[in-house]
């Protein structure tokens, strides 16, 4: 007895040592280098948790032992061994789910962040991620849900507790909440809907019936949208109805140039289509085009000359900062080119003896 006692001593002091020195080697052989290998890196944070675990169980039941409680033994054990053992069964319930959940949470961490939409640029637009960084939130806070009660059921279980009319409650009121939270229902149920028909991914620019933005995160039953302009809009799904996305696959930008009636409109055009070889020539601009800039000619007049459009395709997200350049580069063209820029005029004729200019100068001193 004196010699288990001294070992349930020894135990004590060096369980600490162990665990950590056990830890520091699991990590320094498994998940040092997990940049790039995610799996190798998943499994030896489970393998380090589940070895920290289980020699802390071990530990404790030495102890129990040393101190003549038995965990293991059977139906004449006394109370104090009864509540041993089950300590001992909710310990491996715990150290089960931990395990598992440590594991997954490593790995969804690491698909979320390599597949992550970009930081929102100047411009208000963030760059979309895939599809499968938007499911991983939600999927994530399932499997924590699921892992936790399924651990909190083994171990209840194991301290006595008949779990079977738990489970009949809980599905009784889970019937009830259905019924009397509606609402709750509708955004879980149309946030499932969205997200598997894709209608919006994290990182792209959406417009709903209750705001637009960014999308920044989802949750199981709202989404958080950053507006350009800086407020984030938490919007729950059953509020969110028709959907508009602005950065899926391609979007095609047209602006108008007005030009004066004297402008030689095919210099214009092939002005235009240099401005658009130039940029897609350009080694930080080009890429981001789909379809070059090119001018459609004049599609109407006014007052002050023709109305012509011009129009490029490219990535979204891109446009604005290509409209920027295109605009810069236009300028100097016309500018070479000899190619002006018509400015909206007002036209007044009158009948006054001042004449035409000094008619309409008093008739607008007038107004004022």
Known sequence: MASLTL?????????????GGCGALIKDLFIKDE?????????????????????????????????????????????AERFARAVLQVGDAILLGWTIWRAVRLVLDHYAMSDAGGAVNEDGMGAPGSRLATALPVLRGFLFSAIVTISAMIALSALGV?????????????????????????????????????????????QTSAGKGVVEKISLRSVQLRHHNGPVH???????????????????????????????????????????????????????????????????????????????????????????????????AFEKAGIEFASRRVTVDSEESGGPVEGAAALVTGNQ
């Open 35 to 79: 940049a790039g290998e995610t799996k190798r890196a998943a499994l030896g944070e489970a393998l380090r948790v589940f070895l920290q675990g289980s020699i802390l169980l071990l530990a404790f039941t030495y102890l129990m032992t040393a101190w003549g409680l038995d965990p293991f033994a059977g139906a004449e054990a006394g109370p």
């Open 162 to 206: 008949d779990i079977g009319p738990l489970l009949a409650g809980a599905g009784v009121l889970g019937l009830a909440v259905g019924f009397g939270a509606q609402t709750l229902v509708k955004d879980v149920i149309t946030g499932l809907f969205y997200l598997a028909e894709d209608a919006f991914r994290k990182g792209e620019y959406i």
């Open 234 to 332: 938490t919007i729950p799904f059953g509020s969110m109805g028709n959907i508009t996305n602005h950065s899926r696959d391609w979007v095609r930008v047209k602006f108008q140039i007005r030009v004066p009636f004297s402008t030689d409109l095919e210099l214009l055009r092939k002005t235009i289509k240099k401005v658009g070889q130039e940029l897609q020539a350009d080694p930080e601009v080009g890429p981001l085009f789909l379809e070059p800039v090119k001018s459609q000619g004049a599609i109407s007049t006014d007052d002050s000359g023709f109305v012509t459009s011009v129009k490029f395709m490219s990535r979204p997200g891109q446009q604005f900062m290509i409209r920027r350049e295109a605009y810069a580069r236009i300028q100097k």
């Open 7 to 19: 070992g349930a001593f020894f135990v004590a002091a060096i369980i600490p040592f162990v665990v």
